[in-house]
């Protein structure tokens, strides 16, 4: 897995720094954030330098449940979901791809909790984002 490139603690990512390292995958970063604001409220982000893996990470909110995290990476960002069990029918139901389908059966973590990772590449990407913002909004 690509590495965050975010890492020097003194400086706090501005969206100018992220877009400067994204290039042309800000339109996919803005695409998903104007879906989030428009479709959902009393939405929050916030970035946070994490000591563990000595790097920024940017996460959306609502209230206090955290809808999704973002790595960003050289050239583009990597979305990451994070799904209870509860998730697994909606997943499993979706036109998420099999892949991340595939992903999320065999994903490693608690045994109440599994992550979905995408590392944004293209539209179909967004589209995978947004289809994984609705199921984390069905669960409650």
Known sequence: MEPIVLQDKSIKPTDETV?????????LW???????YDH?????EEWNFYND???WLFRTLKKKKTIFWIGVL????RISFFLG????PFIE?????????NDFRNAKGSKTVRSISITMSNQEDVID???LIDIKFKLK
């Open 19 to 27: 877009f400067s390292i994204i290039g042309d995958k800000s339109i």
């Open 30 to 36: 803005q695409e998903i954030m104007n879906y989030l």
């Open 40 to 44: 959902h409220t009393d939405i929050t």
């Open 53 to 55: 893996g000595k790097a």
């Open 74 to 77: 050289k050239d583009t960002f």
């Open 85 to 88: 069990n509860k998730a697994e």
């Open 93 to 101: 139901q979706s036109d998420l791809s099999e892949k991340l389908k």
């Open 129 to 131: 984002v947004i289809r």
